[in-house]
């Protein structure tokens, strides 16, 4: 479990990480999403105590990290940068890392077996290619069996075989109450491990959420109508909750109905439609969305309180997709 | 990479090791610190060149003033010390200390290391304690073999004019060990402007500077100012406790010299634990 209460962070002028908050639960994979530059890596840093937060503070299941009495038995991390001595081989790092804290020799050995480098493992890592340099570093974040792990965009530089391994790895860790905390700026990737989002941007929170609700949420689900009675469907259509905007002349974009709902009022109103789509957008789709420089209603809705509508949002948000559009 | 993995979970996922219970303890990170020490190829490199610096150069100062001491004037003769002289070898050895210090604590910086080491000990502090420790008994350890041989093999050469002394003589095992401290202190030295600077190439520039740049200049410094300044530098101050073979007007008693130099150490080092402890890495 990680709480990070309203955390910022500032280097110089520059505010990296604004107020944020948000948790990250055991037993789940929580995807950590933002483009870069929004502050992914300074948060985990600070998760890691490695930066001091300018404000606002991190729990590690409960505590300041800073005084655990075993740190690598609550926290392991990978993080985006390689943390590892070129000169020194591989075991020998993982080793005088796990002399710190005391973690058995048997246990560096297991995880070489474990991340593959069983071959290498007697090589000095200034060689190691990146994905090598991936696997000892999801290694030494593993050595004393953490309850929270993070990683710091952990596929970067494997190949399919690798990047799979990580995602049963990641499954794995979740299904035996781990608490597992992964940033990737790979939509897709997230899609197939994640359960749950933390998204930023600019160092701000967007959204802290489950995948589902972020993807129904943020491009939700819309229908395309195309119809040559535009003007008259659209009056059909229009209610409360519901939005109805317009790409081409004779298309419409639906938010609010189903296919079904808009077929059958069609009918009844004895309205032609040419085409009805259902559009469900991507897990990719949503998160440019919100995270497009344009999107007002970010700064506004920080705090993720996703339930609550109000028309200022989907004002702001119908606004943004029809300039896409 | 030929290693083949397997993509079943159960596999990726030894079990949780039973028995030990995990803790950070001070004696745990001197152990892993000495690991890091020992397992970083140009530590021993630098380790090899410092005690090949030491005993070569103080054999061939032996040597040499022990070939000319006949054109020796009676000046020369009268500060003559070759208890020093044997052990001569350190005012060079001492760079590949500081350098050693420096990358000790820069080399992890410059790598990313140090974001792994301080991740496992988010204290922080026993990592730069461990550091010192495993450096300072390495280190003595090592020079003090050093300066032994130093001085047998320095008095065998000018014995073979008649010049050398023996261990009993006046002076002659507290410059022994006084050469051990002071190549071990000045080296940590070297490990907290490693930690200050966080850089290698700025740590040896500055080791360098005030240990072998400075001390000659002072000597560009009008004698009124110069005669009571030198002799508290590092390096002045540090040879005083085995008698380097440096000429310092008003030179400090050899304990009062390593004394100052200590405090040096100790000065820097609280500003590295204090940097260390601070500031993000």
Redesign the interface.
């Known amino acids: 479990m990680i709480e990070v209460e309203n955390l910022s962070k500032r280097y110089g002028d520059k505010l990296a990480v604004d107020r944020l908050s948000f948790s990250v639960p055991a037993g789940t994979v929580t995807g950590f999403l933002g483009p870069n530059g929004a502050g992914k890596s300074t948060t985990m840093r600070m998760i890691a105590a490695l930066d001091e937060p300018t404000t606002g503070r991190v729990l590690v299941n409960g505590k300041d990290y800073r005084a655990a009495t075993a740190p690598m038995a609550e926290l392991g991390i990978l993080l985006e940068a390689k943390a590892v001595h070129t000169g020194r081989s591989a075991r020998n790092h993982l080793l005088a890392l796990a002399q710190t804290n005391g973690v058995p020799r048997r246990r560096v050995s297991e995880l070489i077996e474990m991340v593959g480098l069983a071959d290498v493992a007697a090589k000095r890592v200034g060689g190691f290619s990146l994905g090598m340099g991936q696997r000892l570093g999801i290694a030494s974040a593993l050595l004393g069996d953490p309850r929270v792990v993070i990683l710091d965009e952990p596929v970067n530089g494997l190949d399919p075989e690798g990047v799979l391994w990580v995602r049963n790895l990641l499954k794995a860790l979740a299904a035996d109450g781990h608490t597992v905390f992964v940033s990737s700026h790979l939509m897709s990737e997230m899609a197939l491990t994640a359960t749950r989002l933390v998204v930023i941007g600019r160092g701000r929170l967007i959204a802290d959420t489950t995948v589902e609700e972020f993807v129904s949420r943020a491009g939700g689900m819309s229908v395309t109508v195309r119809t040559p009675e535009v003007a008259q469907m659209r009056s059909l259509l229009l209610g409360p909750d519901i939005t109805v905007t317009s790409d081409a002349s004779d298309v419409l974009q639906v938010r609010g109905l189903t296919a079904e709902q808009i077929g059958l009022a069609a009918w009844q109103a004895r309205l032609p439609v040419f085409e009805l789509t259902t559009q469900r957008a991507s897990l990719e789709e949503a998160f440019m969305q919100l995270t497009d420089d344009s999107v007002d209603f970010r700064s506004h809705d920080a705090r993720g309180s996703y339930g609550a509508h109000d028309g200022t949002h989907d004002g702001a948000r119908d606004g943004a997709e029809t300039a896409v559009a | 990479?030929?290693?083949?993995?397997?993509?079943?979970?159960?596999?990726?996922?030894?079990a949780?090791?039973a028995?030990?219970?995990?803790?950070?303890?001070q004696a745990?990170?001197l152990?892993?610190?000495f690991?890091?020490f020992r397992?970083?190829?140009?530590t021993v490199w630098t380790l090899l060149v410092a005690v090949v610096l030491m005993i070569g150069i103080s054999a061939l100062f032996s040597a040499v003033t022990a070939s000319q001491y006949h054109t020796f004037d009676a000046a020369d003769r009268a500060t003559f010390n070759p208890v020093s002289i044997s052990l001569s070898g350190m005012m060079f050895a001492v760079v590949a200390f500081g350098v050693l210090g420096v990358l000790m604590i820069s080399?992890?910086y410059s790598?990313?290391?140090?974001?792994?080491?301080?991740?496992?000990?988010?204290?922080r502090l026993p990592v730069l304690w461990g550091k010192l420790a495993v450096f300072a008994g390495v280190i003595f350890s090592i020079s003090l073999v050093a300066s032994v041989i130093c001085f047998f093999l320095g008095q065998a050469l000018l014995n073979s004019h008649h010049l050398g002394v023996s261990v009993t003589a006046p002076g002659a095992l507290r410059s022994i060990i006084g050469a051990a401290l002071y190549g071990t202190v000045s080296g940590m030295i070297g490990v907290a402007l490693g930690a200050l600077f966080r850089n290698t190439a700025a740590g040896i520039a500055t080791f360098a500077g005030v240990f072998f740049v400075i001390p000659p200049l002072t000597g560009l410094l009008p004698a009124s100012i110069s005669d009571h300044l030198s002799q508290y530098l590092p390096s002045y101050a540090g040879d005083a406790v085995w008698g380097g073979a440096r000429s310092v007007t008003d030179a400090l008693s050899p304990w009062t010299g390593f004394a100052v130099l200590c405090g040096y150490a100790v000065v820097l080092i609280a500003a590295a634990a204090v940097r260390l402890r601070?500031v993000?890495?």
Do not use: N, Q, W, Y
């Not at chain 2, 290391?113 to 988010?122: E, H, Y």
């Open positions: 990479m030929s290693a083949v993995l397997t993509s079943e979970p159960a596999s990726a996922r030894p949780r090791p028995g030990p219970v995990l803790k950070v303890t745990r990170v152990v892993s610190e690991t890091k397992t970083v190829r140009s080399g992890e790598t990313g290391m140090i974001r792994s080491s301080l991740t496992a000990v988010p204290r601070r993000d890495a």
